[in-house]
């Protein structure tokens, strides 16, 4: 009766999509507990490549049942557009789910978000302006609008009521150019068009199949430096992206979480604004973000590239309690003479693992350990045991500095090219 629990380690993008679809042949169902379309989940299969970005990456799967949990925000707009996308790829989608719970985007969520961040000016802390924060912000406020709300005979009361509030609060805003009755109709274009998912009550659902013996995985977004109480606030998204989001995402309780898997890179990105201690603002962060190709799946921003930064793993692997590692983009480091691996911080002359309170206002120096490339194409190794001894030695290093295994070796963007102990 344990539920486990496959998220990113960092800033988010760690490929998290590619390792649930890799594993999702191995649980009844995935669900993802979290986070809204701001997640951008890229999965390749063969020649074709597919970006997710709010339904779960087992969808692929067509025994495998998949959950959009009540933790989750969902634009009707995007979500329609998804489904769309995967129909003309051939997929019939008749294993996707959505809780009764699940909180709307409206198309003033959006607007709300555009406004509110050209109001910060330079102080802007990166949002994707898909509404997310705003959305959440009205789950907390009690005034949200939700999947089970539908096919309520006030349905259309509650968003004329919320909508106009919104345009309301959008008075305190500078003005920024948004096509609302446009978005408006499109939006309800959109509901009907998701009309066909069955709702379920995803705590009931999720805790019968757990009573019945079903293996579930649930399926985080972004990265658990973004979690709304742990990570690099304010520059972080909405919603709990740890383990214990899994609990209220998804309503299973604590006992009935199992194994927890973490994903990092090889190396460490962010996108937007924010704090990032490893930063390489030289020839040496270009050539990752070149060779990694690192640019943002649902906003194709580029991302800022780094060395992995252990005292910032110890962190998160510690608030998630995290069992296994995945390191994705092993590929990525090829053609690097030397890998660097931040080992420690120094804050105010001290030594540390530990992260500060407020990692913007930290004056941090970073200890560095450098390690040998391997300098060798990966793409026909098909064993760990293959990996060149530089690339052992790297994985080896990050074993024994973060004390947890490394089950998983990513060398590619394709399900073959995941390498498993």
């Given amino acids: 009766m344990a539920l486990d629990v496959l998220l990113g380690l960092q800033w988010g993008d760690e490929g998290k999509g590619k390792i649930v679809d890799y594993l999702a042949n191995q649980y009844d169902i995935i669900a993802r507990f979290q986070g809204g379309p701001n997640a951008g989940h890229t999965i390749v299969i063969g ?14 799967r067509p025994d495998v049942q998949n959950l959009i949990g009540n933790g989750v925000v969902v634009d009707p707009i995007i979500l329609a557009k998804e489904i769309r996308g995967l129909r003309e790829a051939g997929l019939k989608m008749e294993n996707l789910l959505i809780s009764s719970k699940a909180h709307l985007i409206l198309p003033t969520h959006r607007w709300l978000d555009a406004a509110s961040e050209a109001a910060k000016g330079d102080a802007k802390i990166g949002s994707t302006l898909k509404g997310i924060g705003p959305t959440y912000m009205d789950k907390t406020g009690r005034n949200g609008l939700r999947i089970g709300d539908i096919n309520a005979g006030t349905f259309k009361e509650k968003y004329n009521n919320l909508s106009s509030k919104h345009q309301q609060l959008l008075e305190i805003y500078p003005s920024v150019d948004f096509k609302y009755e446009e978005e408006k109709a499109k939006w309800f274009e959109a509901i009907e068009e ?17 009573k019945s013996g079903k293996k579930i995985l649930a399926e985080g977004a972004q990265g658990s430096m973004l979690d709304i109480d742990f990570g690099t606030y304010p520059y972080v998204t909405s919603s709990n992206t740890v383990t214990s989001g899994v609990c209220t995402g998804l309503g299973v309780a604590p006992k009935n979480v199992g194994k927890v898997l973490g994903i990092t890179k090889a190396y460490c990105t962010r996108v937007g604004s924010g704090p990032f201690p490893t930063e390489l603002n030289d020839e040496m962060g270009e050539k990752l973000r070149a060779l990694g190709k690192e640019f943002g799946a649902t906003t194709g921003r580029p991302r800022r590239c780094g060395w992995i930064d252990i005292p910032q793993l110890k962190y998160t692997i510690m608030i998630n309690g995290v069992d296994s590692l995945c390191v994705t983009k092993l590929d ?9 691996i931040a080992k420690h911080y120094t ?21 560095f350990d450098e390690m040998p490339g391997w300098k060798v194409d990966l793409e026909d190794i098909n064993d760990l045991s293959d990996l060149p001894q530089a690339a052992k030695d790297f994985i080896a290093e990050i074993e024994r500095l973060l004390e947890v295994p490394v089950n998983f070796v990513s060398k590619g963007p394709e399900r073959r090219n995941l390498l498993v102990r």
């Fill in 47 to 60: 020649s074709d490549k597919y970006v997710l970005h709010t339904i779960p990456s087992g969808i692929f």
């Fill in 194 to 210: 998701i009309s066909w998912i069955p709702v379920v009550d995803c705590q009931y659902y999720v805790n019968d199949a757990l």
């Fill in 332 to 340: 990525i480091l090829n053609e690097f003479d030397v890998i660097k």
């Fill in 347 to 367: 804050i105010d002359g001290k030594q540390t693992d530990q992260l500060p309170y407020d990692l913007t206002g930290a004056d941090i120096k970073i200890d």
